[in-house]
């Protein structure tokens, strides 16, 4: 079965230091998804990324980028010179291919604190 | 584009009433999710509809739960009668196809059982 850990709780950094997420993942599959979401303290899931699988290539968006190594199972979430509005909470999550490829299993998400 | 809608944002009831929760999905998703968030278990699928069917309720926790899509743009999810460990936050999503898409989700409603 499919398992999504994030094993930091909570973190907190000063604002622009950076600081990474970390996400572990388990499947049987050799065809998957891994995904990242933002939680803000409003409340809704806001979709970050979408990586396949078959794309280890790191990806960057302004200020931030995920770095997908199948070796140790990762894809971690690194924000560059944070800000006070990266402060969420961060959910990774993984689909699997075949009968049960619309279900996202999330991880128990990662508390990021950026202090001013 | 408007994103997924969801009604009330908050609720709170009294043990034994019944609650329902609404949605509007994306206009032209043809998937759509019911989650469920609370600090023990996370964030839980209850119910995947696609083009309107419901395809897996195997998340769903009790008979008391049960959800409908009577057209493409609303789905409902009832709870009858509600407990109070149904209190946690209702999420609908929806997504373009069901197979590894990211699903966009609404902003939640927080359910309090009294």
């Known amino acids: 079965a499919q398992k999504v850990t994030q094993a930091q709780t909570e973190i907190s950094v000063v604002e622009k230091e950076d600081v990474t997420l970390d996400c572990v993942y388990e499947t049987r599959d050799t065809t998957y998804y891994l995904f990242w979401y933002k939680q803000p303290p409003s409340g809704e899931l806001v979709f970050l990324i979408r990586r396949n699988s078959f794309d280890e290539q790191n990806e960057i968006s302004g200020r931030y980028s995920w770095n997908f190594q199948k070796s140790t199972s990762s894809f971690n979430f690194t924000i560059t010179a944070s800000q006070v509005v990266d402060s969420a909470v961060y959910f990774c999550?993984?689909?699997?291919?075949?009968?049960?490829?619309?279900?996202?299993?999330f991880g128990k998400g990662t508390k990021l604190s950026v202090i001013p | 584009d408007a994103g997924v809608i969801q009604s009330p944002r908050h609720e709170v009831t009294e043990m034994g009433q019944e609650v329902t929760l609404r949605c509007k999905p994306i206009s032209g998703h043809n998937s759509l999710f019911w989650y469920r968030q609370t600090m023990m278990r996370g964030l839980e699928l209850l119910i995947y509809f696609n083009n309107n069917v419901p395809i897996d309720d195997s998340g769903m926790p009790e008979d008391r739960f049960s959800a409908k899509m009577p057209n493409a743009s609303f789905s409902t999810l009832k709870i009858q009668p509600s407990e109070p460990r149904d209190s946690a936050v209702y999420f609908c999503?929806?997504?373009?196809?069901?197979?590894?898409?990211?699903?966009?989700f609404g902003q939640g409603t927080r359910l309090t059982v009294v």
């Open positions: 999503a929806s997504s373009k196809w069901a197979l590894n898409t990211e699903a966009f």
């Open positions: 999550a993984l689909s699997e291919s075949g009968a049960g490829s619309y279900q996202l299993t």
